[in-house]
């Protein structure tokens, strides 16, 4: 059986401060790459059959300290775009359209959660089509979804999986059902 190891992004400026962050290119703080370089213990000493990343320079760069310097670039992790909102907090939204979230509004100019379960099911069908582990680098919503569509689950039902930055979580197979091992491990 296969498992799908994640790494959400260390800690940027923008996450700090509760900004949505999907297509504006931050780098991490340096408090983001100290955590991320303790994730290289952590993963030291397990194989991985492939190495995956966003194209942010978050992803890429978390990757890279966590001992994974070269992984294959995949368009499909990359955060959900968040339109208009991009930069702008939740309460910051939420003065404009009150009980907006991700997970049950719309994102003017941004992805849908349809667009979002598309290119997801494309890396839970590339990580299943691969033998052995697969490790992800990538971003909040994004992999709450991913775990989502993972579980066959839709892309909304990762509102209920929290995930903080430079965090480890593992999915994997009870017998022949997608399960979550780990999630949100610091």
């Known amino acids: 059986m296969n ?3 994640t790494v959400r992004h260390g800690k940027t400026e923008w996450s700090a401060a509760g900004r949505h962050t999907s297509t504006t290119d931050l780098p ?3 408090e983001g790459e100290e955590v991320a370089r303790g994730l290289r213990e952590r993963l030291a000493g397990t194989e991985f059959a492939q190495v ?3 194209p942010r320079v978050r992803a890429r760069r978390t990757a890279e300290l966590a001992g994974f310097p ?3 670039v995949d368009e499909d992790l990359a955060e ?4 208009d909102y991009e930069g702008v907090t939740t309460e910051e939204i939420r003065e404009r359209d009150p009980g907006w979230t991700i997970w049950t509004h719309p994102t003017p100019g941004g992805e849908t959660a349809e667009q979002v379960c598309e290119r997801l099911d494309r890396v839970v069908a590339r990580v299943r089509a691969t033998e052995g582990r697969t490790l992800v680098f990538g971003h909040g919503h994004a992999l709450r979804a991913l775990a989502a ?3 066959g689950r839709p892309v909304e039902a990762g509102q209920w999986f929290k995930l903080d930055t430079a965090t480890l979580s593992t999915l994997g197979y009870e017998r022949e059902h ?3 091992q780990t999630w949100n491990a610091p």
Do not use: H, I, K
Request: cysteine-free; overall charge negative.
């Open 52 to 54: 995956l990343t966003s």
């Open 3 to 5: 498992e799908l190891w």
């Open 178 to 180: 997608p399960v979550l």
């Open 70 to 72: 070269d992984p294959v």
């Open 28 to 30: 991490l703080l340096p």
């Open 80 to 83: 959900w775009a968040y339109g």
């Open 149 to 151: 569509r993972w579980l």
